[in-house]
């Protein structure tokens, strides 16, 4: 394995941080790689090693049509000598993702809503005779991937009162609470669910926790849903990469960062916090979202 990657810490300045007296930082997992970005590279990370150890040559997978861990399973895929196949949740679309996925040579299957939930069966229904392919769960998801990411823990440079991410299966959150408590850190961790009302992600990340601790889980940023936008969201993301030169999109970093500034203006960290977000990647995802930019 010759994909090895940490990333860098970075201070964000902004005048309602100075006037709250807090400090923000952005672990930039978005610099990991242009492709295999952010919390997917650590996902993947333990499930390729696996899957070299176990001698397989074929990596299959599954995701939406804008999914970012199509795009990093496939170039992670074309780096690493693996063939790949992905499946992609319903009717035959082109976008930018799927155009770079399938350049990066994963063959795409398109597959009915229905047939797309039973993924086990799609697997063994076209590579029941292949002793090579190797079976990725949508974004990773398993207990491998919440290890890769607990991982990111031991990369930072310094102790933060609060941490922040977005989380869409949990999977993230979970490493991330893992590599704190392992680490005998009390950060407190506060996971912002991209979807709306989503108090049921409480237990997607209880489900990969080592040990029972207390997060938070603020649902009050969903936007509307997963994917969703509304004008507020789209004005903050287009001031904030144009104030700091750091792209985030609408679907995951950008929900999250709305998050840390919005409990900043109520007053919701003690003057003196230090405060971490994690830059999960998947900055491609922006080009699937260009039209509700209005630029
Ligand atoms: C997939 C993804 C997430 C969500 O990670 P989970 O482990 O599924 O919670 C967050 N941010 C970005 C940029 C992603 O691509």
């Not at 999914?67 to 399973?73: I, Q, R």
């Not at 299957?109 to 086990?120: A, G, L, N, V």
């Not at 679907?251 to 003057?271: H, S």
Request: a neutral charge; aromatic letters at 14%.
């Amino acid at each position: 394995m010759y994909l090895q990657f940490s990333s860098p810490v970075h201070q964000i300045e902004d005048a309602l941080f100075t006037d709250q007296k807090v400090e923000l930082y952005l672990k930039r997992d978005d610099l990991i790689h242009p492709l295999i970005s952010g919390n997917k590279w650590r996902k993947l990370k333990y499930l390729l090693a696996d899957a070299q150890y176990q001698q397989k040559t074929h990596l299959v997978t599954f995701g939406g049509a804008f999914s970012n861990h199509l795009l990093a399973t496939a170039s992670a895929a074309a780096t690493l000598g693996f063939k790949t196949t992905g499946f992609v949740r319903g009717e035959k679309v082109s976008n930018d993702t799927l155009f770079m996925c399938s350049l990066l040579g994963m063959k795409l299957i398109f597959t009915d809503r229905s047939s797309y939930q039973h993924k086990q069966e799609l697997f063994l229904a076209h590579f029941f005779n292949d002793p090579e392919a190797y079976f990725i769960d949508e974004g990773g998801a398993s207990a491998q991937a919440a290890f890769g990411c607990s991982e990111l823990v031991d990369e930072l440079p310094e102790k933060y009162d609060h941490l922040f991410c977005a989380s869409g299966t949990g999977t993230t959150a979970a490493g991330i609470i893992n590599g704190l408590v392992g680490n005998g850190l009390s950060t407190q961790f506060h996971a912002i669910p991209v979807f709306k009302n989503a108090d049921w992600m409480k237990q997607e990340i209880k489900k990969y926790l080592l040990k029972e601790v207390s997060f938070n889980l603020h649902t009050g940023y969903g936007f509307g849903g997963y994917a969703k936008t509304t004008p507020e969201l789209i004005t903050f993301i287009k001031k904030f990469i144009a104030a700091t030169g750091i792209l985030i999109d609408p679907v995951y970093t950008g929900k999250m960062l709305f998050a840390v500034y919005d409990l900043a203006r109520k007053n919701y960290f003690l003057p003196g916090s230090k405060i971490l977000a994690i830059h999960t990647g998947g900055t491609f995802g922006l080009l699937g979202m260009k039209n509700q930019f209005q630029i």
